[in-house]
């Protein structure tokens, strides 16, 4: 087992808010890696129906020494909403929980996402453990402390920052994914090469065939480098007000690409994947990347099995009124993540929009994804 650790700067309000990230085979049955995170004895449970039942039976277990409750939400982003939510608040009011209760996500970035919302509201914040069973919820929505559900009008609109005090990410629950879903997963993976780290690009673009094949040291090794740098990244701006934004490469773009499509047609990491070609498409046209850079970009996401197209009834002025919504549209001119030079990433509204009307017009696809 490998232990990370992410270390945030003290808020005044909680003291010492570092927490461990636990990485490796195994780590669902052993009751000592979370028994010093749960405070009082109450425990909830929140999982969904796709997980429960292949995880919940040894994650109950694992809890025994508690007074445990249960939340089985329905599956799929499409539930990721506030009248979903509710049935949370519903459970913890029902079992009278208090403000000493841990509440516990058992699944992939949705439950993470809902259940660590539910935590940071409930009774103005409760206790909270993530137990990511997707490869994205292990090295992303796991790690960093948003939360949050989407509104009709726009994914991940309403939120908090609240950080779990431990993250226990076993690799062996990733062997049950569905194919498409591990591809989504590996999609961020890339995501932290891309942005700072070229040497790991380059450990992708001769690995990613164990990856595919779940070779579970490749994936560890995986989890592992994409935890660390995204934990460095979130402990040098933990609210997103510099380097952070770095993590979304790509994220501009599929957002808009997820909500055109509709919640539930496009993975998040499907999505995420043809806006990180976007990115890459449009910093070669403002004169940062070569178009050998591009087609590596193309290569390294074609051998994850991701689509590189968007729908094609999506033209350039529906990306314009999807993304004029999108957090990063400060005062009318839209903020993306480019690429200085591969390996490297920037924060910049400092592009001609022709040069972003020309991406978008070569990246719509002609039969779909
Ligand atoms: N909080 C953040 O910082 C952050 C970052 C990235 C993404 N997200 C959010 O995460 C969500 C996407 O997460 P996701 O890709 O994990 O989606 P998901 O939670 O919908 O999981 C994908 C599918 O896999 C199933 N599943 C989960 N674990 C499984 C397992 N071990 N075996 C078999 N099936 C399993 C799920 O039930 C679901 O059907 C989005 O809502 C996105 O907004 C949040
Ligand atoms: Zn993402």
């Keep these: ?98 403000r000493t209760c841990t509440l516990v996500a058992l699944g992939g970035g949705v439950v993470g996402d809902m259940t660590g919302f539910a935590a940071a509201s409930y009774q103005r914040g409760v206790n909270f453990i993530q137990i990511p069973t997707t490869l994205l919820a292990q090295v992303d929505s796991s790690v960093g402390g948003k939360t949050g559900v989407n509104h009709p009008k726009g994914k991940n609109m309403i939120g908090a920052f609240h950080q779990p005090l431990c993250v226990i990410a076993d690799s062996d629950t990733l062997n049950t994914l569905e194919d498409n879903q591990l591809s989504a997963g590996i999609a961020e993976v ?103 850079d591009v087609e590596r970009v193309d290569n390294l996401l074609d051998m994850a099995m991701l689509p590189t197209r968007a729908p094609h009834h999506m033209d350039y002025d529906h990306y314009m009124e999807l993304m004029a919504i999108d957090k990063k549209t400060r005062a009318g001119k839209i903020n993306l993540i480019l690429f200085k030079k591969l390996g490297d990433a920037m924060l910049t509204n400092d592009f001609d929009q022709n040069l972003l009307h020309e991406t978008i017009d070569a990246h719509r696809a002609i039969d779909g994804k």
Excluded at 43 to 53: E, G, H, M, Q, T
Excluded at 66 to 91: C, H, M, R, S, W
Excluded at 214 to 229: K, Q
């Design 190 to 292: 890339i995501k932290y090469g891309l942005i700072r780290d070229m040497d790991f690009t380059k450990w992708l673009e001769k690995n990613m065939h164990k990856l595919l094949a779940r070779d579970a040291e490749a994936l560890s090794y995986a989890i592992e480098v994409s935890c660390r740098c995204k934990a460095k990244i979130v402990a040098e701006d933990e609210k997103e007000k510099g380097v952070r934004a770095l993590l979304n490469l790509g994220h501009t773009f599929g957002h808009a690409i997820e909500t055109s499509a509709g919640y539930g047609n496009w993975l998040h990491g499907e999505a995420v994947a043809t806006g990180m070609l976007m990115a890459a498409d449009l910093s070669m046209r403002i004169g940062n990347l070569s178009q050998k």
């Design 1 to 98: 087992m490998k232990t990370l650790h992410v270390e945030l700067s003290e808020d005044g309000q909680n003291g010492d808010r570092n927490y461990p990230i636990y990485i490796g085979q195994g780590l669902l049955t052993q009751p000592k890696l979370i028994e010093p995170y749960v405070e009082g004895t109450q425990v909830l449970i929140v999982s969904n129906d796709v997980v429960a039942p292949l995880y919940l039976d040894k994650v109950k277990k694992t809890f025994s020494a508690y007074d445990v409750k249960i939340v089985i939400l329905p599956d799929g982003e499409q539930y990721k909403n506030l009248e979903v939510l509710n049935t949370i608040f519903d459970a913890l009011l029902d079992a009278k929980f208090d």
